[in-house]
């Protein structure tokens, strides 16, 4: 595998993301047999996660996609809105949220506010990589965490910086010189 030259180092392989994923599947598989649980990924970040968990879940489920907005850059506006929203009704239905990465939990936060007053009859979450040092809010708990990392500005597997290396198959601090420039 040749390493993107934007990248400082490689921090999660895509073996171990892959691997991961399996890992997480099977717990989810677990807590939500004999329901339909509708499986809601987050634009455009939980893309590859959601694609790569989703085929090893083993119980029904549904999916649909939601696009929200709070960071420009490498930080966080703080203000969060809906781009694009999801066209399935979550009323009594147990939702569950695929995010790439949580930092401040700020978008998490917002968008698990908006869907309680929906009515949804339980939402949880699920994130690939979580950054616990960055987090503001304390309501935001995710239920399955793929991997915790220090407070790192990464790229890759559908994290992006400007809407770019989000094709890169494994997670990769970016050099400090591209977003400094
Ligand atoms: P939060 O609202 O601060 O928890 O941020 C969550 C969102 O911020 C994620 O879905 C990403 O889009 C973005 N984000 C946070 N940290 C990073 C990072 O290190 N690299 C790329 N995107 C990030």
């Given at each position: 595998m040749t390493l993107h030259p934007d990248v400082e180092k490689v921090l999660i392989s895509q073996e171990e993301i892959e691997s991961k994923c399996k890992e997480l599947a099977?717990?989810?598989?677990?807590?939500?047999?004999?329901?339909?649980?509708?499986?809601?990924?987050?634009?455009?970040?939980?893309?590859?996660?959601m694609a790569e968990l989703m085929k090893h879940i083993t119980c029904s489920i549904q999916i649909d996609f939601l696009d929200v907005s709070s960071y420009d850059g490498v930080k966080s506006t703080g203000k969060v809105h809906i781009r694009r929203d999801i066209v399935?009704?979550?009323?009594n239905r147990d939702v569950l949220f695929v995010e790439d990465i949580i930092d401040t939990g700020l978008t998490l936060s917002e968008v698990m506010k908006e869907f309680k007053s929906r009515g949804a009859?339980?939402?949880?979450v699920v994130?690939?990589?979580?950054?616990?040092e960055?987090?503001?809010?304390?309501?935001?708990?995710p239920k399955y965490i793929g991997y915790y990392?220090?407070?790192?500005?990464?790229?890759?597997?559908?994290?992006?910086?400007n809407e770019i290396y989000r094709n890169l198959p494994y997670i990769g601090i970016l050099k400090r010189s591209v977003y400094e420039k």
């Open positions: 099977k717990k989810i598989s677990e807590d939500y047999a004999g329901k339909i649980p509708i499986v809601i990924g987050l634009l455009k970040g939980a893309v590859p996660f399935t009704d979550v009323l009859r339980s939402i949880e994130t690939l990589v979580d950054k616990p960055g987090r503001t809010v304390s309501d935001v708990t990392i220090p407070n790192k500005f990464v790229v890759g597997f559908g994290l992006d910086y």
